[in-house]
Nanobody
């Protein structure tokens, strides 16, 4: 079992930056790929980025490529999402998740955090 807790969300002006963190419990963190998703009210959950078990491979959605950077520190059982150039359309609840498969599909992710709110003002 893996428990995930996101943090680092908040209110930021357009063009600003935030760094989200996702802390995992237990000793199984290093056996999972990690992903970030977001969901706005009334909309579907969208894939943002994922990183492989070792951290050697990453993948990004086109909407955030060049603005967001995913990383992980296995010694700290933590994955990060550095978000630069934030825009109002980035406003959503951001969630981290883990998967044993290398996939951008939410259905392949096994465990999810509770989410952290990111709000970007114009």
């Amino acid at each position: 079992q893996v428990q995930l807790v996101e943090s680092g969300g908040g209110l930021v002006q357009a063009g600003g930056s935030l760094r989200l963190s996702c802390a995992a419990s237990g000793r199984t963190f290093n056996n999972y790929n990690m992903g970030w998703f977001r969901q706005a009210p009334g909309k579907e959950r969208d894939f943002l980025s994922e990183i492989s078990v070792s951290g050697s491979s990453t993948r990004y959605a086109d909407s955030v490529k060049g603005r967001f950077t995913i990383s992980r520190d296995n010694a700290k059982n933590t994955v990060y999402l550095q978000m630069n150039g934030l825009q109002p359309e980035d406003t959503a609840v951001y969630l981290c998740a883990v998967s044993r498969a290398w996939s951008s599909q939410s259905r392949h992710y096994d465990y999810w955090g509770q989410g952290t709110q990111v709000t970007v003002s114009s």
